[in-house]
């Protein structure tokens, strides 16, 4: 993988800024001649110039790592990456814990966080780092755990600038100890450490301008653990106090806040000796200007300080001195010193405040004024007093005030160590460090080179260790790796402390006379030019440059060498030690033990003490040395402090700031150690669930995940260079599982798109389908309307055109003959006037008439045949143009498949027509023609019949040969049956001989015993024992050897038995062959094999399948043989096409009918009764050896076989039978129909088609049938599996009836039974199984008897005696509790009070919770108190309060004793709210009475009024109840997150992301007393709660309380889960939402199984299942009001962080927008306004709901109560 291969366009990268320190940029082209473009997300451009790879800039993660808990599993390590990664936490995620390798980095965010309460320290009980979100108390278990498992002492460094939080952060550690190490309660020292944190906070720690509880001093802290790790003690070392803060403050800063607090006390009254006032009128508090703290109560806190101080063993006197000293030092300040004559100072002698540091302190007000003033010189043997000027006086007076407070404060701390101390040596111990980080200012002084110097310390220590853990992983790995090179800052070191380094030249420089800070600053100059960390500014003389390992910075020499000798005046010190006040006394008077790290030197008199003081610097030294010992001694563990912003604004990141603290306190350091060497790390099957998409399915070998996963790096990466394989995990360099993630995002896309593809194309697919077929349905209906239409206007127009053609006619016709008509009228008068007129022209007139006439005719001739030929023309042209388009209609549904459908289906209807013609054609023959062709139909069936007749004969002929092979056959069979007898009869004989042999030997060897005991004599015993021994073996090998053979006998008959099996199976065979003839293909033998019993109830084994290997026969033609069923369907094919219809006489008849002789039927009925006999044969040998399960399952699946051959061989005859008829039927049809002509009825094939089609539908019923079979078989198994649940169900049922009997109404003894029935079903299934396993094998063992009896008979030893007389047994009676009553008891108990402790011993202390379940529920109580009503009825009242007494003190013993036990405790529980209820039922009280009955009423207690040992009872109850809870819950426990957050029952769900690549190093990997496989933790606890559930109810629980105990039980599993999901970001996705929610409904069904839904039990589940559904949830703007509807059972703090942790398990899914988190909170502030009990983040899994025991009277009559005798309680007596 090449640089060019990351540097393309899209890649994210990050830019240098000024302002943003790193700004994202994204390439909008690949990478190419050292330009790199990038855009901005403003939209702003930019072409970076780079001059090679390296320069590069860094490569952003992929989005799904962002927000990471450990900054090591970062594919890409560099300081954007870190820098980016927290603040996406810090800011986004509300997340101030971080983990980076083996260090902790805190941000302090500057507002309360909920997470530190008990539940939390809870949760993080037991998980290793790592498990759970980052979090300081992870540090401290991981700590903790450290110890416990490699036995060796740790230490917690937390470190940081002012302001980070380091403080808080180790008081945090701090008390997490002090709650899990539990210790004892009257030492009380986690309250005792605890309560030092008030202290130390009011002397060291003041308000800074980067910090309101800054810590002015560095502490380490050791925690003394015990061999039981319990905290035995502690100790406190101190280093560095700031005392120029006591007498000078910066602005905006406060002094230490113990000062304030004595301020505020006085202003409230308090303290008035002190003369104290408000605080801006003292000079040492008000120089800050800055006097209050937001949100602190110093009046509140003192009051805390002093509590703290008396828990510590500091009494009031003593705290009185304290405050005096402090209230000094405060008066002390306001001292004015005035200037006097010259260069003198002076103190008028009116300064009241002098006055009251006098009385305070206990000194002497003018020596103390006088030496304020004035210092002391010793000049050989003179001594000079000599004034101070007011400066010199101002810094002597400030010099006192801040030795007074560092000689207090290292006091305080001596007493604090001395209350800690503990008695004998500790064990072990964990140290917390909390120590100031790196610091640079503007000005930099002495505090701050010691503070630097301190980290240059630490971060060595630090280096090297992270450099250990980094390759002893790689060793234990064993890969091979280089030397990782990493900063060391040894030189710097080298620099400060050695030789003529730099505080040895301070120390010389303050041993001269006159040293001065710009020498000694000139020496520096000189000597330490040579160190390349040292360097000297280019404008400045006074100043130096060391390079630390965090920055370059620049120290002020000013104030260097007084701070270091830290001297304060003799004759000062003298007055302090001759005070009144002891403590004042004792502080200055005291020797010195050790070097404490604020001791200060007093100017000396002398020489001699000169040279034995030593300075700060030389101190601070040492003290870092020992304190550099001390933790290399111990395993450490870091923890860094970050200040986010120097406005101390809540959860505000200011990445310059950041970057800067994060390059001082080693964070950067350790990433780039990780980075060096292979930070990215997977185990086998991590990296092979997330990459499996990477690799084809050839390359995968589940067995051996590493070659799978070698070859997926290998199609990957091809640089080798680039990863490692280990012994267990893979190690990947930077950027590689970036880089495998792109190819894998880019697998998923391709995937995606693919998926996207087919499914777009389906679903488009289908639209066009839809549409298309609605188009052509549409088309089609439309076109036919249309034709439809158009043909109708054909017609139509047809019928007009004939219409009008003749209507016109008619119209020409009817015109033509009226003109005729009328001219011939006209005419004829006229021709009549013109004979009368002009006779004389009659002739001429009349032959022009006969000529118009014959004219006329011709032409009306000639224009009507015109016509009528016109007329016809058109009429043809129309009829052929409408016959031309019939026809092509009818062409184009000629060659439609429906018109060939048509014509098919006319088949029939064809031939139906053809038989009419033919027997109408038959008919017009006539009588002749029949009776001759019924003469030769007769001759035909003659000369078929006299050849059935040869067939017959021969057949007889066979039959006979058949007859006698079986009769031979039955024989041998018999002769083996008598054999095998033989062979058992002797095998009995044997084994009886053997028995009663042994029992002889037995006999003789006591015998002999005994007589060699007599006689004493140790050598016959030695030699009667070696014969015993050599016979006993002699016999014992002749056993054998009998048994051997017997065996082997056996083995041979089963053999020749299996032979003659197999030999009768050919035989049958051959005989079916030979009944069925040339009949049929398939025959009686083989219609069935193995392959076609399927059907059969039972498998063959695989070591007895060979023994049937000869029933399998070669030519299958059977059904379920495929080849068989192929050439069926082809041989039926031919043999309907072959058939000859025309031809009868040929005699084909015989391969249709099957002849059934009479003698074919006496043959199979003997068959039938040899197969009997066999069976009989088979059952005895299988009785013979019931133990021989083999053989049993071998015969039954025998016998199965069997039975399915011959369920099969009658339905292939009855097939054949049916088959036959069918054919003679058909053929007798078609020659009496149509005689010769017999062909026309299969013209075109269509009889063998319609056969096919018959075959194959008759083939698909077949596969119906079995797939019905299988169906049925299928349900049949349901059913079973069904009644063996409701069978179970039955049960458990019947004992909860009999758990509830008691509660109901009824007659006594049926009450009474009832609950017997409890004590007796368990007993009576038990019992009913054994003697059904006795039954059966009494009657085998009958069997065996019987055949040895028979066999004894036959070989004549007599009638055997009577051995199957076996006596029955009977069980004696079970033990009653209710018997039918004999007299009238008054339902009590009577006794002597003597016996008393033994009825308590028996009832209570040795009552066993076995032996209590077969009794009546609550039966002890009910016996007790009927004793109590005894004593009640004689009104003895010491005897009733003695019993009472001995009962409740029994109960507790019995619970203390056995605590720990389920059953005893419930059992108990049970009882005593029994006990309680009898007390109020039978008190007398009316409202405990109204269920009772009369004759309860009358035995209510007469003489005590019990009341308040209801109350006693009643509070043991609530007891009991609690353990009980306890004990539930420590068994639930550790199945809550296994079987909850982490069971994966919805396979492929899984989103795992890439969470897994950098391995917590140091952690400990905490191993469970009970490990709990997550896919076996779900049934695990539901087997648990189904067990609790049965325990409480065999013990007669009431069922309020059961439901109260659950309701807490899911409580706590609520509470348990989603603690542990808020603390767990890898849980916090979609796909975990699914599997959560999944697991929470089979609880939810298991309370429905249990009849607890009801009683709102899963009503506790509600958080963990919203927070399930939460993740779940669309979160858009849209979803907002929906989702705070949803979460209504989580409070806001739940569900803002769980919408933090969110984070998808894939970059496919969109991370929740920090805008839509911020509307669900200022949506849910409304919610929050009236819900303070919401305020925390988790769950009180110590809360506990209100116990109740509803009043819950009995209807048992305690007169009808019996003792049973198993109590034997004979010394009561029931009256």
Same mark, same amino acid.
């Given at each position: 993988?090449?640089?060019?291969?990351?540097?393309?366009?899209?890649?994210?990268?990050?830019?240098?800024?000024?302002?943003?320190?790193?700004?994202?940029?994204?390439?909008?082209?690949?990478?190419?001649?050292?330009?790199?473009?990038?855009?901005?997300?403003?939209?702003?451009?930019?072409?970076?110039?780079?001059?090679?790879?390296?320069?590069?800039?860094?490569? !952003?993660?992929?989005?799904?790592?962002?927000?990471?808990?450990?900054?090591?599993?970062?594919?890409?390590?560099?300081?954007?990456?870190?820098?980016?990664?927290?603040?996406?936490?810090?800011?986004?995620?509300?997340?101030?814990?971080?983990?980076?390798?083996?260090?902790?980095?805190?941000?302090?965010?500057?507002?309360?966080?909920?997470?530190?309460?008990?539940?939390?320290?809870?949760?993080?009980?037991?998980?290793?780092?790592? +498990?759970?979100?980052?979090?300081?108390?992870?540090?401290?278990?991981?700590?903790?755990?450290?110890?416990?498992?490699?036995?060796?002492?740790?230490?917690?460094?937390?470190?940081?600038?002012?302001?980070?939080?380091?403080?808080?952060?180790?008081?945090?550690?701090?008390?997490?100890?002090?709650?899990?190490?539990?210790?004892?309660?009257?030492?009380?020292?986690?309250?005792?450490?605890?309560?030092?944190?008030?202290?130390?906070?009011?002397?060291?720690?003041?308000?800074?301008? !980067?910090?309101?509880?800054?810590?002015?001093?560095?502490?380490?802290?050791?925690?003394?653990?015990?061999?039981?790790?319990?905290?035995?003690?502690?100790?406190?070392?101190?280093?560095?106090?700031?005392?120029?803060?006591?007498?000078?403050?910066?602005?905006?800063?406060?002094?230490?806040?113990?000062?304030?607090?004595?301020?505020?006390?006085?202003?409230?009254?308090?303290?008035?000796?002190?003369?104290?006032?408000?605080?801006?009128?003292?000079? *040492?508090?008000?120089?800050?200007?800055?006097?209050?703290?937001?949100?602190?109560?110093?009046?509140?806190?003192?009051?805390?300080?002093?509590?703290?101080?008396? @828990?510590?063993?500091?009494?009031?006197?003593?705290?009185?001195?304290?405050?005096?000293?402090?209230?000094?030092?405060?008066?002390?300040?306001?001292?004015?010193?005035?200037?006097?004559?010259?260069?003198?100072?002076?103190?008028?002698?009116?300064?009241?405040?002098?006055?009251?540091?006098?009385?305070?302190?206990?000194?002497?007000?003018?020596?103390?004024?006088?030496?304020?003033?004035?210092?002391?010189?010793?000049?050989?043997?003179?001594?000079?007093?000599?004034?101070?000027?007011?400066?010199?006086?101002?810094?002597?007076?400030?010099?006192?005030?801040?030795?007074?407070?560092?000689?207090?404060?290292?006091?305080?701390?001596?007493?604090?160590?001395?209350?800690?101390?503990?008695?004998?040596?500790?064990?072990?111990?964990?140290?917390?460090?909390?120590?100031?980080?790196?610091?640079?200012?503007?000005?930099?002084?002495?505090?701050?080179?010691?503070?630097?110097?301190? %980290?240059?310390?630490?971060?060595?220590?630090?280096?090297?260790?992270? #450099?250990?853990?980094?390759?002893?992983?790689?060793?234990?790995?064993?890969?091979?790796?280089?030397?990782?090179?990493?900063?060391?800052?040894?030189?710097?070191?080298?620099?400060?402390?050695?030789?003529?380094?730099?505080?040895?030249?301070?120390?010389?420089? &303050?041993?001269?006379?006159?040293?001065?800070?710009?020498?000694?600053?000139?020496?520096?100059?000189?000597?330490?030019?040579?160190?390349?960390?040292?360097?000297?500014?280019?404008?400045?003389?006074?100043?130096?440059?060391?390079?630390?390992?965090?920055?370059?910075?620049? *120290?002020?020499?000013?104030?260097?060498?007084?701070?270091?000798?830290?001297?304060?005046?003799?004759?000062?010190?003298?007055?302090?030690?001759?005070?009144?006040?002891?403590?004042?006394?004792?502080?200055?008077?005291?020797?010195?033990?050790?070097?404490?790290?604020?001791? $200060?030197?007093?100017?000396?008199?002398?020489?001699?003490?000169?040279?034995?003081?030593?300075?700060?610097?030389?101190?601070?030294?040492?003290?870092?040395?020992?304190?550099?010992?001390?933790?290399?001694?111990?395993?450490?563990?870091?923890?860094?402090?970050?200040?986010?912003?120097?406005?101390?604004?809540?959860?505000?990141?200011?990445?310059?700031?950041?970057?800067?603290?994060?390059?001082? &306190?080693?964070?950067?350091?350790?990433?780039?150690?990780?980075?060096?060497?292979?930070?990215?790390?997977?185990?086998?099957?991590?990296?092979?669930?997330?990459?499996?998409?990477?690799?084809?399915?050839?390359?995968?070998?589940?067995?051996?995940?590493?070659?799978?996963?070698?070859?997926?790096?290998?199609?990957?990466?091809?640089?080798?260079?680039?990863?490692?394989?280990?012994?267990?995990?893979?190690?990947?360099?930077?950027?590689?599982?970036?880089?495998?993630?792109?190819?894998?995002?880019?697998?998923?896309?391709?995937?995606?798109?693919?998926?996207?593809?087919?499914?777009?194309?389906?679903?488009?697919?289908?639209?066009?389908?839809?549409?298309?077929?609605?188009?052509?349905?549409?088309?089609?209906?439309?076109?036919?309307?249309?034709?439809?239409?158009?043909?109708?206007?054909?017609?139509?127009?047809?019928?007009?055109?004939?219409?009008?053609?003749?209507?016109?006619?008619?119209?020409?016709?009817?015109?033509?003959?009226?003109?005729?008509?009328?001219?011939?009228?006209?005419?004829?008068?006229?021709?009549?006037?013109?004979?009368?007129?002009?006779?004389?022209?009659?002739?001429?007139?009349?032959?022009?008439?006969?000529?118009?006439?014959?004219?006329?005719?011709?032409?009306?001739?000639?224009?009507?045949?015109?016509?009528?030929?016109?007329?016809?023309?058109?009429?043809?042209?129309?009829?052929?143009?409408?016959?031309?388009?019939?026809?092509?209609?009818?062409?184009?549904?000629?060659?439609?498949?429906?018109?060939?459908?048509?014509?098919?289906?006319?088949?029939? %209807?064809?031939?139906?027509?053809?038989?009419?013609?033919?027997?109408?054609?038959?008919?017009?023959?006539?009588?002749?023609?029949?009776?001759?062709?019924?003469?030769?139909?007769?001759?035909?069936?003659?000369?078929?019949?006299?050849?059935? /007749?040869?067939?017959?004969?021969?057949?007889?002929?066979?039959?006979?040969?058949?007859?006698?092979?079986?009769?031979?056959?039955?024989?041998?069979?018999?002769?083996?049956?008598?054999?095998?007898?033989?062979?058992?009869?002797?095998?009995?004989?044997?084994?009886?001989?053997?028995? /009663?042999?042994?029992?002889?030997?037995?006999?003789?060897?006591?015998?002999?015993?005994?007589?060699?005991?007599?006689?004493?004599? /140790?050598?016959?015993?030695?030699?009667?024992?070696?014969?015993?021994?050599?016979?006993?073996?002699?016999?014992?090998?002749?056993?054998?050897?009998?048994?051997?053979?017997?065996?082997?006998?056996?083995?041979?008959?089963?053999?020749?038995?299996?032979?003659?099996?197999?030999?009768?199976?050919?035989?049958?065979?051959?005989?079916?062959?030979?009944?069925?003839?040339?009949?049929?293909?398939?025959?009686?033998?083989?219609?069935?094999?193995?392959?076609?019993?399927?059907?059969?109830?039972?498998?063959?084994?695989?070591? +007895?399948?060979?023994?049937?290997?000869?029933?399998?026969?070669?030519?299958?033609?059977?059904?379920?043989?495929?080849?068989?069923?192929?050439?069926?369907?082809?041989?039926?094919?031919?043999?309907?096409?072959?058939?000859?219809?025309?031809?009868?006489?040929?005699?084909?008849?015989?391969?249709? !009918?099957?002849?059934?002789?009479?003698?074919?039927?006496?043959?199979?009925?003997?068959?039938?009764?040899?197969?009997?006999?066999?069976?009989?044969?088979?059952?005895?040998?299988? +009785?013979?050896?019931?133990?021989?399960?083999?053989?049993?399952?071998?015969?039954?699946?025998?016998?199965?076989?069997?039975?399915?051959?011959?369920?099969?061989?009658?339905?292939?005859?009855?097939?054949?039978?049916?088959?036959?008829?069918?054919?003679?039927?058909?053929?007798?049809?078609?020659?009496?129909?149509?005689?010769?002509?017999?062909?026309?009825?299969?013209?075109?094939?269509?009889?063998?088609?319609?056969?096919?089609?018959?075959?194959?539908?008759?083939?698909?019923?077949?596969?119906?049938?079995?797939?019905?079979?299988?169906?049925?078989?299928?349900?049949?198994?349901?059913?079973?599996?069904?009644?063996?649940?409701?069978?179970?169900?039955?049960?458990?049922?019947?004992?909860?009836?009999?758990?509830?009997?008691?509660?109901?109404?009824?007659?006594?003894?049926?009450?009474?039974?009832?609950?017997?029935?409890?004590?007796?079903?368990?007993?009576?299934?038990?019992?009913?199984?054994?003697?059904?396993?006795?039954?059966?094998?009494?009657?085998?063992?009958?069997?065996?008897?019987?055949?040895?009896?028979?066999?004894?008979? /036959?070989?004549?030893?007599?009638?055997?005696?009577?051995?199957?007389?076996?006596?029955?047994?009977?069980?004696?009676?079970?033990?009653?509790?209710?018997?039918?009553?004999?007299?009238?008891?008054?339902?009590?108990?009577?006794?002597?009070?003597?016996?008393?402790?033994?009825?308590?011993? $028996?009832?209570?202390?040795?009552?066993?919770?076995?032996?209590?379940?077969?009794?009546?529920?609550?039966?002890?109580?009910?016996?007790?108190?009927?004793?109590?009503?005894?004593?009640?009825?004689?009104?003895?009242?010491?005897?009733?309060?003695?019993?009472?007494?001995?009962?409740?003190?029994?109960?507790?013993?019995?619970?203390?004793?056995?605590?720990?036990?389920?059953?005893?405790?419930?059992?108990?529980?049970?009882?005593?709210?029994?006990?309680?209820?009898?007390?109020?039922?039978?008190?007398?009280?009316?409202?405990?009475?109204?269920?009772?009955?009369?004759?309860?009423?009358?035995?209510?207690?007469?003489?005590?009024?019990?009341?308040? *040992?209801?109350?006693?009872?009643?509070?043991?109850?609530?007891?009991?109840?609690?353990?009980?809870?306890?004990?539930?819950?420590?068994?639930?426990?550790?199945?809550?997150?296994?079987?909850?957050?982490?069971?994966?029952?919805?396979?492929?769900?899984?989103?795992?992301?890439?969470?897994?690549?950098?391995?917590?190093?140091?952690?400990?990997?905490?191993?469970?007393?009970?490990?709990?496989?997550?896919?076996?933790? @779900?049934?695990?606890?539901?087997?648990?709660?189904?067990?609790?559930?049965?325990?409480?109810?065999?013990?007669?629980?009431?069922?309020?309380?059961?439901?109260?105990?659950?309701?807490?039980?899911?409580?706590?599993?609520?509470?348990?889960? @989603?603690?542990?999901?808020?603390?767990?970001?890898?849980?916090?996705?979609?796909?975990?939402?699914?599997?959560?929610? *999944?697991?929470?409904?089979?609880?939810?069904?298991?309370?429905?199984?249990? !009849?607890?839904?009801?009683?709102?039990?899963?009503?506790?589940?509600?958080?963990?299942?919203?927070?399930?559904?939460?993740?779940?949830?669309?979160?858009?703007?849209?979803?907002?009001?929906?989702?705070?509807?949803?979460?209504?059972?989580?409070?806001?703090?739940?569900?803002?962080?769980?919408?933090?942790?969110?984070?998808?398990?894939?970059?496919?899914?969109?991370?929740?927008?920090?805008?839509?988190?911020?509307?669900?909170?200022?949506? @849910?502030?409304?919610?929050?306004?009236?819900?303070?009990?919401?305020?925390?983040?988790?769950?009180?899994?110590?809360?506990?709901?209100?116990?109740?025991?509803? #009043?819950?009277?009995?209807?048992?009559?305690?007169?009808?109560?019996?003792?049973?005798?198993?109590?034997?309680?004979?010394?009561?007596?029931?009256?």
């Amino acid at each position: 993988m090449s640089v060019r291969e990351l540097y393309v366009k899209g890649a994210r990268v990050w830019i240098p800024d000024p302002d943003q320190v790193w700004r994202c940029a994204e390439l909008t082209k690949d990478y190419k001649n050292n330009i790199v473009a990038v855009v901005y997300d403003d939209a702003q451009t930019e072409d970076l110039v780079v001059k090679n790879d390296e320069e590069l800039p860094p490569l !952003r993660n992929p989005d799904i790592l962002i927000g990471e808990n450990d900054l090591t599993s970062l594919s890409y390590l560099h300081e954007p990456a870190v820098l980016y990664n927290l603040q996406v936490r810090f800011c986004n995620q509300n997340a101030i814990y971080t983990y980076c390798g083996i260090v902790l980095v805190a941000i302090n965010p500057y507002d309360e966080m909920p997470i530190y309460g008990p539940d939390t320290i809870s949760a993080y009980r037991g998980h290793s780092m790592g +498990d759970l979100d980052p979090h300081i108390f992870a540090v401290a278990e991981e700590a903790f755990t450290q110890m416990e498992r490699e036995n060796k002492d740790q230490s917690i460094i937390v470190s940081g600038e002012s302001g980070a939080g380091k403080t808080v952060s180790a008081k945090y550690a701090m008390r997490y100890f002090a709650t899990i190490s539990g210790s004892d309660s009257e030492t009380q020292i986690e309250k005792k450490i605890l309560a030092s944190n008030p202290i130390m906070e009011a002397i060291g720690n003041a308000k800074t301008t !980067r910090n309101d509880n800054s810590s002015r001093f560095g502490k380490y802290i050791e925690l003394d653990f015990t061999p039981s790790y319990s905290i035995m003690g502690a100790n406190m070392r101190t280093y560095l106090l700031e005392k120029s803060r006591v007498v000078f403050q910066a602005p905006d800063e406060r002094n230490y806040h113990i000062f304030y607090q004595l301020c505020s006390a006085a202003e409230q009254g308090k303290l008035p000796h002190l003369k104290l006032s408000h605080q801006d009128n003292f000079h *040492y508090l008000k120089q800050g200007s800055s006097p209050h703290i937001d949100g602190v109560d110093d009046a509140e806190d003192f009051i805390e300080t002093c509590k703290a101080f008396s @828990l510590l063993g500091i009494n009031e006197g003593m705290q009185e001195q304290i405050f005096r000293i402090l209230a000094g030092i405060l008066h002390l300040g306001n001292v004015v010193l005035e200037e006097g004559n010259g260069d003198s100072s002076a103190i008028s002698t009116g300064d009241k405040s002098l006055k009251t540091v006098s009385e305070l302190l206990g000194i002497d007000l003018e020596d103390i004024r006088k030496w304020l003033c004035n210092r002391k010189i010793v000049s050989g043997r003179e001594v000079f007093t000599k004034p101070m000027t007011l400066t010199e006086a101002v810094f002597s007076r400030d010099a006192l005030s801040k030795h007074i407070y560092a000689k207090l404060f290292d006091w305080i701390v001596t007493q604090i160590n001395k209350c800690f101390a503990a008695k004998a040596k500790p064990y072990r111990f964990i140290g917390v460090l909390d120590i100031y980080g790196f610091e640079t200012f503007e000005i930099n002084s002495f505090e701050q080179f010691c503070i630097n110097y301190a %980290n240059e310390k630490l971060q060595q220590q630090f280096n090297q260790h992270v #450099f250990k853990l980094e390759q002893e992983e790689y060793v234990k790995e064993q890969i091979e790796w280089e030397f990782i090179n990493f900063y060391d800052n040894q030189p710097c070191i080298d620099l400060i402390e050695s030789k003529l380094g730099i505080l040895d030249l301070l120390d010389e420089e &303050c041993r001269m006379p006159r040293g001065s800070d710009q020498s000694w600053v000139e020496k520096l100059y000189d000597k330490c030019k040579k160190w390349e960390h040292f360097s000297k500014p280019r404008l400045s003389n006074t100043s130096f440059l060391i390079a630390h390992f965090a920055d370059k910075v620049g *120290y002020e020499c000013a104030g260097f060498l007084e701070k270091n000798r830290d001297t304060v005046s003799e004759e000062q010190i003298n007055i302090l030690k001759s005070s009144q006040i002891a403590l004042v006394h004792s502080l200055f008077t005291e020797k010195e033990k050790g070097a404490p790290p604020t001791k $200060v030197k007093v100017l000396p008199t002398g020489s001699k003490s000169k040279q034995m003081k030593k300075t700060v610097g030389s101190q601070f030294r040492d003290s870092l040395n020992l304190l550099m010992m001390t933790l290399n001694s111990t395993t450490p563990h870091y923890v860094r402090c970050i200040k986010p912003n120097d406005e101390k604004m809540a959860f505000t990141f200011d990445p310059t700031r950041a970057i800067q603290q994060l390059r001082a &306190c080693g964070v950067l350091e350790t990433v780039r150690i990780s980075a060096a060497g292979y930070p990215s790390r997977w185990t086998y099957n991590e990296f092979f669930c997330r990459y499996r998409v990477l690799c084809n399915s050839k390359d995968i070998k589940r067995n051996d995940m590493r070659l799978t996963c070698e070859k997926i790096i290998g199609n990957m990466i091809n640089d080798e260079d680039k990863f490692k394989f280990g012994r267990t995990k893979i190690f990947f360099r930077a950027g590689q599982v970036a880089y495998m993630e792109k190819l894998r995002a880019d697998r998923l896309s391709a995937c995606g798109v693919m998926i996207q593809k087919h499914v777009r194309m389906f679903l488009h697919r289908n639209r066009y389908r839809t549409m298309r077929k609605a188009a052509v349905t549409i088309q089609k209906y439309t076109r036919g309307l249309k034709a439809r239409r158009h043909v109708h206007h054909i017609r139509r127009t047809a019928a007009a055109i004939k219409i009008q053609a003749a209507i016109r006619g008619w119209v020409k016709r009817v015109q033509y003959k009226r003109l005729v008509y009328t001219v011939t009228q006209l005419q004829a008068h006229a021709r009549g006037a013109w004979a009368r007129e002009k006779y004389q022209h009659m002739r001429r007139v009349r032959a022009a008439i006969i000529i118009q006439k014959n004219v006329r005719m011709w032409q009306a001739v000639y224009h009507y045949k015109m016509a009528m030929r016109g007329m016809i023309t058109l009429q043809g042209l129309v009829r052929c143009f409408l016959a031309k388009k019939q026809l092509k209609k009818l062409k184009i549904e000629a060659r439609s498949v429906e018109h060939q459908r048509k014509l098919n289906k006319g088949l029939e %209807n064809k031939i139906i027509s053809l038989q009419q013609k033919l027997t109408e054609a038959k008919l017009e023959v006539g009588n002749v023609k029949t009776y001759k062709e019924e003469i030769v139909t007769l001759k035909e069936q003659l000369s078929e019949m006299k050849g059935v /007749e040869t067939q017959l004969k021969n057949s007889s002929n066979r039959v006979s040969e058949l007859e006698a092979m079986v009769a031979k056959l039955t024989q041998e069979v018999e002769a083996e049956r008598g054999e095998k007898m033989d062979v058992l009869s002797e095998k009995e004989r044997a084994e009886k001989e053997n028995r /009663e042999l042994v029992e002889k030997l037995n006999a003789e060897n006591a015998k002999l015993t005994e007589e060699l005991m007599n006689a004493k004599k /140790e050598e016959a015993k030695k030699e009667g024992e070696e014969l015993l021994k050599r016979k006993y073996e002699a016999e014992k090998q002749q056993m054998i050897m009998e048994y051997s053979e017997e065996k082997s006998s056996y083995q041979r008959l089963l053999k020749e038995f299996n032979r003659l099996e197999q030999k009768n199976e050919q035989l049958e065979e051959q005989m079916a062959k030979m009944t069925g003839g040339n009949s049929h293909k398939r025959t009686a033998s083989n219609v069935s094999n193995l392959s076609g019993a399927s059907d059969a109830p039972t498998e063959l084994v695989r070591d +007895d399948a060979s023994e049937f290997n000869s029933i399998i026969v070669d030519d299958d033609v059977g059904y379920g043989s495929v080849r068989s069923r192929a050439s069926e369907a082809s041989d039926n094919s031919r043999n309907l096409e072959s058939i000859d219809w025309g031809s009868p006489q040929k005699g084909d008849t015989s391969e249709i !009918r099957i002849p059934v002789p009479e003698k074919l039927q006496e043959l199979e009925m003997e068959n039938a009764k040899l197969k009997d006999d066999l069976n009989r044969l088979r059952k005895s040998i299988a +009785d013979s050896e019931p133990q021989n399960n083999r053989i049993q399952e071998f015969m039954k699946q025998f016998e199965a076989l069997q039975d399915e051959l011959e369920r099969r061989r009658e339905e292939c005859i009855q097939l054949r039978t049916v088959l036959a008829n069918r054919a003679h039927d058909l053929r007798s049809l078609t020659q009496s129909s149509y005689g010769k002509d017999v062909d026309i009825v299969n013209e075109d094939g269509e009889l063998a088609i319609a056969y096919q089609t018959q075959k194959q539908v008759n083939r698909q019923l077949e596969d119906e049938l079995k797939s019905e079979k299988q169906r049925h078989r299928e349900a049949e198994t349901e059913y079973k599996s069904e009644l063996d649940r409701l069978r179970r169900d039955n049960d458990r049922q019947q004992k909860l009836l009999a758990q509830n009997l008691t509660k109901g109404g009824g007659s006594q003894p049926e009450t009474l039974l009832q609950s017997e029935i409890m004590r007796l079903t368990s007993e009576n299934l038990n019992l009913q199984g054994q003697v059904d396993n006795l039954t059966e094998q009494l009657k085998k063992y009958k069997r065996s008897l019987k055949a040895y009896a028979k066999k004894i008979k /036959e070989s004549g030893g007599g009638d055997p005696p009577d051995l199957l007389d076996v006596a029955a047994t009977t069980e004696g009676e079970a033990m009653p509790v209710i018997r039918k009553k004999e007299r009238d008891y008054m339902g009590m108990f009577e006794y002597d009070r003597r016996e008393e402790m033994q009825i308590i011993r $028996v009832l209570i202390y040795e009552l066993k919770p076995r032996v209590a379940v077969t009794f009546l529920p609550g039966l002890p109580a009910y016996i007790l108190f009927m004793c109590i009503r005894h004593t009640d009825h004689i009104n003895d009242d010491e005897k009733v309060r003695s019993l009472l007494n001995n009962i409740v003190n029994g109960v507790k013993r019995v619970i203390k004793k056995r605590h720990e036990d389920l059953d005893s405790t419930v059992l108990w529980l049970s009882n005593t709210l029994r006990l309680l209820h009898n007390l109020k039922q039978y008190s007398g009280d009316k409202a405990f009475q109204a269920e009772n009955t009369v004759k309860q009423n009358e035995q209510s207690l007469k003489n005590f009024d019990l009341s308040e *040992y209801r109350q006693v009872l009643s509070d043991i109850a609530v007891w009991i109840y609690n353990g009980v809870i306890k004990l539930m819950e420590e068994k639930v426990q550790p199945l809550i997150v296994p079987s909850i957050l982490e069971h994966e029952a919805i396979a492929g769900l899984s989103g795992n992301k890439p969470g897994g690549m950098r391995g917590r190093a140091g952690s400990v990997a905490r191993e469970l007393e009970s490990p709990v496989e997550p896919q076996k933790a @779900l049934d695990l606890l539901l087997k648990e709660m189904t067990q609790f559930y049965r325990t409480l109810a065999m013990f007669g629980t009431d069922p309020e309380l059961i439901t109260q105990v659950f309701r807490q039980i899911f409580y706590f599993i609520c509470a348990g889960s @989603l603690n542990n999901l808020l603390l767990r970001k890898d849980m916090c996705h979609w796909s975990k939402g699914m599997q959560i929610r *999944y697991n929470l409904s089979h609880l939810e069904q298991w309370t429905r199984d249990m !009849r607890l839904h009801e009683a709102g039990v899963t009503d506790t589940l509600a958080p963990i299942i919203q927070a399930a559904q939460l993740l779940q949830a669309r979160k858009t703007d849209d979803d907002v009001n929906s989702i705070c509807d949803m979460c209504d059972k989580l409070s806001v703090s739940q569900i803002i962080k769980i919408l933090n942790l969110y984070t998808p398990a894939d970059e496919f899914e969109e991370r929740v927008p920090i805008s839509f988190i911020h509307k669900i909170q200022n949506k @849910l502030q409304e919610r929050a306004e009236g819900e303070q009990a919401q305020a925390t983040l988790l769950m009180n899994t110590k809360f506990a709901f209100p116990v109740r025991f509803p #009043f819950n009277p009995s209807s048992i009559h305690l007169e009808d109560i019996e003792l049973p005798e198993s109590l034997n309680l004979v010394m009561l007596k029931k009256v």
